[in-house]
Structures are given as C-alpha cells and as structure tokens.
C-alpha cells in the first residue's frame, strides 16, 4: 500500500483547490511565482487519489513500479501545470507537476507525457485518463475495484502521452 508524504507540499498548496475545480487560471492573470510539486492535494484529508507512476509495471494489476509516481486528487485538467490565486489579487502561483524528486528514476521530469502507469487508490470512483488537456481525446478507464494494490500499464496510445485525468 501506499503511502503519502503528508504535510510536504500541504502548505505550499493551501489554495489550489479552486484551480483544481475550474483549471488554469485567465490567461490576462499575472503569473507571480512557479512551484514545483508532485501532488495537487491541499492537505491530508484527499487521501486516496490517482497514483501516476513513472515506470510500467511487468503484469497490469499486480504490484506498483519501482521510480517515481504523482499523485492526482480528483478532477485534473492538465497534467503539466495549473494557475492557483494568491488571496485578494489577480496574480497566480504556477505550480507545474513533476514526479517526486526523492523516489528515484523519473524524479524531477514532468508527469505529463512521461507516465507509464497507474494506480487507482480511490476508495469511491474510477479515474480516466486522457492524452489531450481539457478531458479530451482517447482514454483509459482505471477502476477503482483495483485498489491500491496495484497498478495498471497505460494502454500504447496513452503511455508517454497523458495530458489529463478526472473521476469517472
């Protein structure tokens, strides 16, 4: 099973949770600072979310890759990248998404188009998977019947080429 590093980025995040709901910020927005994270989650609360692992893994469903992963909380609109208002202005954080830099191979790169797997750790809904930003284009559907017990290899169209994710 999984675990999360809790508190590493929950302070730094503590406003992306409305970027997350409605996507980048307005592109008229000033960007006043970049951040580079693994996760979208604001706190230890969204436990049980959409593992993106670096690696494939040799036989889908049974056990997680060795490497890097990120993690997704919810809906996703862009794995590259996200907009987050800073309180009481029309400037924006950019917190770009990057695979954990302290689990190994893969650390550091941009999740998106560079994932292999995944791994559904929802405990009420399946993810889906996109190659375009913005939900759109071909997809894979992750079950959440899997659990957190093992990943599932992103199909050949999907694999190095994600863009997006959402409950499904």
């Not at 202005?89 to 998106?112: C, E, H, P, Q, W």
């Not at 190659?131 to 199909?155: E, K, M, P, R």
């Amino acid at each position: 099973m999984r675990f999360r590093k809790a508190g590493t980025a929950a302070a730094a995040l503590a406003a992306i949770g409305s970027a997350v709901l409605y996507g980048a910020g307005p592109a008229s927005a000033d960007v006043v600072g970049t951040k580079y994270v693994s996760t979208n989650c604001t706190d230890s609360t969204c436990d049980g979310g959409l593992y993106v692992n670096y690696h494939s893994v040799a036989t889908s469903g049974s056990g997680n890759p060795s490497g890097s992963f990120a993690d997704f909380y919810g809906n996703l609109y862009s794995h590259d990248y996200i907009d987050s208002p800073t309180t009481g202005t029309n400037a924006f954080i950019r917190y770009y998404f990057i695979f954990d830099k302290s689990m190994g191979d893969g650390g550091g790169l941009s999740v998106k188009n560079n994932a292999a797997s995944a791994d559904n750790c929802s405990t009420v809904d399946g993810y889906r998977i996109y190659y375009n930003t913005g939900y759109a284009g071909h997809s894979q559907f992750i079950s959440h019947v899997y659990g957190c017990s093992g990943s599932w290899n992103l199909d050949s169209t999907l694999k190095n080429n994600n863009a997006s994710s959402h409950y499904a």
